[in-house]
Every structure is written in structure tokens, then in C-alpha cells.
């Protein structure tokens, strides 16, 4: 069936493709090289595996870009549900876009530092490695920042999806439960961060949502119901 037939299942396939660099970038990368609390062994093993960590750059900055048509594609899937509700729901996963792109600057800095440029030869290594901790830390903080709107968006969304007709009403429920996650996370991080660790447990169950909604889109597909006139157009021929 083609993308034009199931507009669904193409924006499936999008969301999919989007995710996976990111997934890599936030999840793989960090869990690899960045020891928290020991900006020493972060700095080596970034210095051991330099191409790694550039791949996480890369793959961060092609998932935020990619993920502009992605939110184009729901948005063509579900204006016909609401035209106000996919509008919102199209300028909050927009405006996180510019965040996560330009958050990379400090993956980038953490970098620069690490490889110790000629002109950071006045500064001692350890000075260096702390400094390259603290970048990487703002780097995670900049996520943070991101992920208030990672979540907000999935509120419009799932009401959407709950009242589209052609997608399943629960995945709209989960979808908007997902929000949660997202904002927990990062409120967590900013008023509690000795808690974030068990508040991001408690949330899990509800982290799903998104997930279940993508792989729906992209194995079932969803097609939105032709309006009357439509409808008639195509009886008349």
C-alpha cells in the first residue's frame, strides 16, 4: 500500500527511522563512554572511543532533523480530527527541535576539551577533563530543557489519536500517559535530582505509550476517513 493510500504507516515508518539514531545517541553512547562522577575516566574512554562519541553527535543532530518530517506527516494524518490540536501539537514538537540541535554545541565543547587543542595547552589535564564533565553535564541538562516539550506535544497527540476513529482509542490514553514520563523526568532533574533516579523507575510502566503508537502506525497502518464530501466525490465516479 503506498504512503498516499496510508498516510499512517509512512508517518510509522518516519517516526521509526527518526528514533533509532536518537535512541543510539541518548541511550548506547552515553551508557558507553560517560562514567558519572569521575570526569577522569569520561575523558579517556571519550579520548579511546572519539569516533563513537562523534557518531553520537551525528546521529543526535540527523534524529532532531528527520523528526521535522515526522511531526509533518501525524500532522497531515490528523488535521482532518483537529485542526487546532495537531497545529499545537505541531509547533511544541518544533520548538524542542532547535533546542536539541543546539545542545550539541556542548557534546561538541566536551570534545574540543578532551582532545586537548594547542590552545588549551595552558590549561592542566585534570582542569581540562573537569571541564569537559561540566559540558557534558550541560549537555544532559540541555535534553532536560528538551524533554518538557518532548512530553507536552503528546498531550495534543493522544488526543488526537483518542478521537481520530481510525486509531485505537487506548493508544491515545497511553500516548498522553507517556507525557508524564517525559516531564517527570525532567522537573526531576531540576527541583529533586537525588530523586530522579527512583522517580524515573516509578514512571516506567507509563513509558511505552509512544512506543506501542509508533509500531501500531508502522505495522497496522491508518488511513483517516474521507470526509462526506470525499466520500461522494468517489461514489460519483
Known amino acids: 500500500m503506498t504512503p498516499t493510500r496510508n498516510p499512517g504507516r509512512f508517518a510509522g515508518l518516519l517516526y521509526v527511522v527518526a528514533s533509532i539514531p536518537g535512541a543510539f545517541a541518548l541511550v548506547y553512547v552515553p551508557g558507553k563512554l560517560i562514567v558519572h562522577g569521575n570526569a577522569s575516566a569520561t575523558a579517556s574512554n571519550i579520548a579511546a572511543s572519539e569516533t563513537l562519541f562523534r557518531l553520537g553527535i551525528a546521529c543526535n543532530l540527523i534524529s532532531q532533523v528527520l523528526f521535522i518530517w515526522v511531526a509533518l506527516a501525524l500532522y497531515d494524518l490528523l488535521k482532518g480530527v483537529s485542526q487546532r490540536r495537531a497545529s499545537v501539537m505541531l509547533g511544541l514538537i518544533v520548538i524542542s527541535i532547535p533546542i536539541a540541535l543546539l545542545n550539541e554545541l556542548n557534546a561538541i565543547a566536551a570534545l574540543i576539551l578532551v582532545r586537548g587543542a594547542d590552545f588549551l595547552s595552558i590549561i592542566e589535564k585534570p582542569q581540562r577533563d573537569a571541564l569537559a564533565m561540566l559540558f557534558l553535564n550541560l549537555h544532559s541538562r540541555g535534553f532536560g530543557i528538551a524533554e518538557i516539550f518532548w512530553g507536552l506535544w503528546l498531550v495534543p497527540l493522544g488526543l488526537l489519536v483518542y478521537r481520530s476513529g481510525f486509531v485505537p482509542r487506548i493508544l491515545g490514553v497511553l500516548v498522553i500517559a507517556n507525557c508524564f514520563t517525559y516531564l517527570a523526568d525532567s522537573f526531576a532533574s531540576l527541583l529533586a535530582p537525588q530523586y530522579q533516579a527512583v522517580i ?15 509500531f501500531w502506525l508502522l505495522i497496522m497502518g491508518a488511513a483517516p476517513k474521507p470526509t462526506s464530501s470525499a466520500a461522494a466525490a468517489t461514489a460519483v465516479k
Do not use: A, K
Open 200 to 214: 524515573s523507575r516509578w514512571m516506567m510502566p507509563f513509558s511505552f505509550g509512544e512506543l506501542f503508537f509508533m
